[in-house]
């Protein structure tokens, strides 16, 4: 029987429209990162092989994020968009105004919305002029005197116009105007330090948030030296009582009213006696406290994180996400038992990663025969088409025709014609399904026989009683210690494949209230003939194991141990696709560089490499290192003979 299924839902979008927004405020010329002892107790630390990164300028890290997380959107697919924002810049242009500063009147520019904002793309397919563009990105320093002029002799307070209120509400107009009605990922990334103060138009603010909360937009801000970190999903209900409100809360306290901040300012300015210097940092830190509380409100009620992130790496690793692949949409159908079955989905969970297809193209010449260049000084190119042709053997200026040609398989010295229709007659008719066969214990299946890639089964999003089957049985196996054996067809028609069925299990913690195991681990298994049968020699007579020796083994694995953090896959990024990225990013960004960057650390004392023992764990095992090596010292063994030369065996016959 199969389950009852409900209304159903949108399709999920494979292709991802992401607005970034980044922040140039004067204050992003501070250096990045912080050191560790101002860092937050709360802030994402960094890791082992992000302490000895150089620092540099917030502004310089935050482009080097952003031309990494748009150059890993546009190596993702070439159906992903993007958009950027550049926040407080000197003059105003994006698709609301296109004016430069010196057209706005006074008196307008007081009552004109998003000011001192750029728009560097809208929202449209990344190319390589936008990377240039982000990479020339500087700090306009510019402030407002308090009577308007430019007197240098007035008091100077900060321009709030072009704020991360601003930027946001533009990166919704920009979003609703390319992907209204359309089927995207919709997403903002926000890189601020959030210190300096801004504008917040409450009326505006309420409908992005509204129109953000409709359009399933996610708000992820990157806090450069921010003290929390916050992530809501699902958005937080929005009530009457919220949006009337001007009130911001962290992910850990009660509301803020807005109307109490600058009595409280006052009050802790007033109540210590201290020097001018001391109150402008304490000005600056209550400044930037209070735009984090409020960025973390707008994340509440908007959906999405708040990343207090401390190195570049961290950047990259919080902000950017692989879009959804199409495997992701598969339907399967899911045979629990002969007579139940049940809908559900199933994606891929790892998959190895490889270089993009390498594509070919036509130079372009002009009449003087020299490679013709557009403004941006890149080649040009037109696109080529590639058409395979055979040719007899015997006769090479014939070619054979295509009903002249037949395929086959070799057997033995002779070929065996096979045709499409006899292929087509080879496959087992069948739907793309999981069929469990049955259940055995989990140590009846050794790792020695799990296969790659792994996949994860999921009920139907359409089907409440899927879900349930699927979490279910996900539990039964994890309470009972089981596995399922089951066969796998991928596609239509398609060969199937053994495998196992195991729950899921995210949270390897053992401890009450954990959370339960849900849906289920696809893991494939071989066949018969994809077993090698390997046979090793003997050791018996070359290692003698006592007592010494097994302590020695024992000491080396303790002094060695690692931590959950060192060394983790997860986090150590493939050194062939790194050094493949960074190199087009660096060829982008400069037409005239013709070398190769590196994706590891070479011969560098200072910096560590992700691929490498941790140095101090080396220094501090070294006294078992040495027993170790003593106790199991190798001997050089000679060799018995000189290797036989081998003969036919009608040379054998010849010399008998």
Known sequence: MKSGVVAKKAPTASKQAIVYIIDTSPSMKQFYPPSTSSSSKN?????????????????????????????????????????????????????????REDDLKKDEQEVTNFIHLTELSPVQRPSVDLLRQIQSISISSFETHIDGTDSSNTRMMQNRAGGFCDGIMLAFSSLKRKTSGKIYNRKIILITDAEREVNIHWDQLDGTVE???????????????????????????????????????????PPREEGDKNDNKANAINDQ???????????????KDDNEMLLISLTKYIGGTVHAASTIQQILKQASGRRIPKSALSKIELQIAPSVTVEARISLSTTKQSFPSLKREAVTLNEKGEVEK?????????????????????????????????????????????????????????????????????????MTVWMGPTRIVSGSVDSRRACLAVSALAQALYGLNQLAICTFVKQKDSDPEMGILAPLVEDQSIHVGAEKPKVLLYVRMPFADDIQNLTMNPLK??????????????????????????????????????????????????????GIVHGRIQNSI??????????????????????????????????????RKKFFFSHSEEDT
């Open 211 to 253: 129109g953000l909360r409709e359009i399933e937009c996610d708000l992820a801000v990157i806090g450069l030296d921010f003290q929390r970190s916050a992530e809501y999903h699902p958005p937080a209900v929005l009530s009457a009582t919220t949006a009337e409100t001007n009130a911001t809360t962290t992910s850990d306290g």
């Open 43 to 99: 802030a994402i630390r960094p890791s082992d092989d992000d302490i000895n990164i150089e620092r540099q300028p917030r502004l310089d890290a935050a482009k080097e994020a952003l031309i990494g997380l748009i150059t890993d959107l546009m190596l993702q697919s070439k159906t992903n968009e993007c958009g950027v924002i550049v926040l407080h810049t000197q003059k105003t242009k994006h698709h609301l105004i296109d004016l």
């Open 374 to 446: 557009n403004v941006l000084g890149e080649i040009m190119s037109t696109p080529v088409m590639n058409i395979t042709s055979h040719w007899d053997i015997d006769d090479p200026d014939v070619e054979v025709e295509l009903v002249k040609r037949a395929q086959g398989y070799p057997y033995g010295s002779d070929l065996i014609p096979i045709g499409d229709m006899e292929l087509e007659g080879l496959k087992l008719r069948s739907v793309p399904r999981v069929t469990i066969l049955g259940f055995a214990a989990a140590e009846r299946i050794p």
């Open 541 to 594: 007579d070359h290692v003698r194991m006592d007592d010494k020796a097994t302590h020695v083994c024992n000491d080396l694995i303790d002094a060695f141990m690692l931590s959950d953090t060192e060394l983790n896959p997860a986090s150590i990024p493939n050194p062939a696709i790194r050094s493949f990225r960074k190199t087009m990013i660096q060829r982008a960004l400069d037409s005239d560089f013709g």
């Open 273 to 287: 006696t201290v020097d001018t210097s001391t109150e402008k940092q304490l000005q600056a830190a209550m400044i």
């Open 606 to 643: 200072n910096d560590m490499d992700p691929m490498r023992t941790p140095l101090q764990m080396v220094e501090a095992g070294e006294k078992q290192t040495k027993a170790f090596r003593d106790t199991f010292a190798l001997e050089e063994v000679q060799k018995v003979g000189k290797k």
